[in-house]
Structures are given as structure tokens and as C-alpha cells.
């Protein structure tokens, strides 16, 4: 009986690795797409779009390994909480991934044009959806149930740059038309980030209902625009 009990925990510990290795892995796609826009880095730009199979690949592990341990050792509570979570958590990954990606392959594009706008919006916008999705993935790997929650009350500077930069890349359109395909460039790698940190969002919600079993309220408080930011520190190593 402790040999069964001892490989069950083995296997709850080698999921939960699963998903920060694959939580790693999007943390760097969304810090490097973030870089290469920044720094109009085409050649960056193009490796995380190469970048992407891995996390597809992982999560089709997570979710193969999450049907085993539902079927052969049915758990019940919070360890079914868990494995359910963790299921919920590689997909949010994978479409974080597919949003990098996605920010990457526009990067290449607006690479070559000039820059509309400011660059601290999206260098901020970035850095916010980065926090969260690192604290989102700390949160699961540490059953840290309060980390999720500040996460999830973090999303609202998110969105509230996400509007400020869309209405002043309506601005440039309607100063110029000839800064139509450019502006739209932007527009939607903004909408790309925004996705990630709602995404980052869905993990720390779903960390919260695996540790105390309880769904957090819809109506998200505001939280603190002015809030410090880190310091944006480049690609990842």
C-alpha cells in the first residue's frame, strides 16, 4: 500500500513539474516576442515563432498523463481538483504560446515600418502581462491560493493600457490614412498581450478553485495602475 501511495504522489509531483516546465517555456516566448518588438529584432522575432512546437508537445503530454490518472487512480477532492486544474492550465499555455507566436510574426512586419506611437505602452503593456503570467504559473506550482487571487485582481491595468494604446492607434488612422496597415499592425499585437494576460488570468483562477475549492466572484476589483512595474530586462537566457 505505501509503494501505491508513494507512486501516486510520484505522479501528482511529475505533473505538477509539467506544468511549470511548460508554464517556463511560454514565459520566455512572451518576454522575447516583447524584446524583439521592442527592439524591432526580426531575426528574434523569428525564433520564437520556430519555438512553438514545445509547448504543443507538452501539453498534449499534460493532458495524455491527466486522462491516465483520472481513469487508473480516480481521485476524489482536492487531488481531483488538481489534476481537473491542470488540464484547464496547459491549454491556457498552449494558446499563450499560440498569442507569442502571434505577437512574433507581426513583430517581423512593423520591424521594417516605422514605429506608430510611443513605445512605453507596449513595453508596459508587456511587462504587466508577464508578471501576471509568471506569478499565475507560481501560484499552481506552490498552491499559493493568495498569489492567485492578486493576480487575478491585477488584470485591470491590463486592459486599461490595452484601451489607451487602441485609441491612439485610432488617432493615427484617422490623421492619415496611410497609417492604416501599420496601426492595424499594432492593434493587434496589443490585443495579442491583452489575450495573455486574460489567459494569465484563467490560470490563477483555476489555481484558486484547486486549492480552496471555492470560485472567486466575477466582478474583478480595480487594481492600482500606478503600481510599480519591473524594470523590462530583455530576452530570457
Not at 499534460?62 to 491549454?91: G, T, Y
Not at 512593423?110 to 508577464?130: E, I
Not at 497609417?179 to 484563467?202: P, S, V
Request: aromatic residues 6%.
Amino acid at each position: 500500500m505505501d509503494h501505491i501511495v508513494k507512486s501516486y504522489e510520484e505522479e501528482l509531483r511529475r505533473l505538477r513539474e509539467l506544468i511549470a516546465r511548460m508554464g517556463g517555456l511560454a514565459e520566455r516566448q512572451v518576454a522575447d516576442c516583447a524584446y524583439a518588438l521592442v527592439r524591432r529584432d526580426a531575426e528574434m522575432a523569428g525564433e520564437v515563432v520556430g519555438r512553438d512546437a514545445p509547448i504543443d508537445a507538452l501539453e498534449r503530454e499534460v493532458d495524455s498523463f491527466c486522462v491516465r490518472l483520472l481513469a487508473l487512480r480516480q481521485p476524489m477532492a482536492s487531488d481531483l481538483r488538481f489534476i481537473v486544474a491542470a488540464l484547464k492550465i496547459s491549454q491556457d499555455i498552449e494558446r499563450i504560446g499560440d498569442y507569442a507566436r502571434n505577437v512574433a510574426k507581426r513583430a517581423i512586419i512593423v520591424s521594417g515600418q516605422p514605429f506608430m506611437g510611443g513605445v512605453n505602452g507596449f513595453q508596459w503593456l508587456a511587462q504587466l502581462v508577464q508578471r501576471n503570467l509568471k506569478d499565475s504559473i507560481d501560484a499552481f506550482v506552490r498552491d499559493d491560493a493568495d498569489l492567485a487571487e492578486r493576480v487575478w485582481a491585477a488584470d485591470a491595468p491590463v486592459d486599461d493600457i490595452y484601451t489607451g494604446i487602441f485609441r491612439e492607434m485610432l488617432t493615427h488612422m484617422m490623421e492619415d490614412p496611410r497609417n492604416i496597415t501599420a496601426c492595424t499592425h499594432m492593434l493587434f499585437i496589443a490585443k495579442n498581450f491583452e489575450r495573455i494576460g486574460d489567459h494569465a488570468t484563467n490560470i490563477a483562477e483555476t489555481v484558486h478553485y484547486a486549492v480552496r475549492g471555492a470560485v472567486l466572484p466575477e466582478d474583478r476589483p480595480k487594481a492600482d495602475i500606478s503600481a510599480e512595474v519591473p524594470p523590462y530586462l530583455g530576452p530570457t537566457a
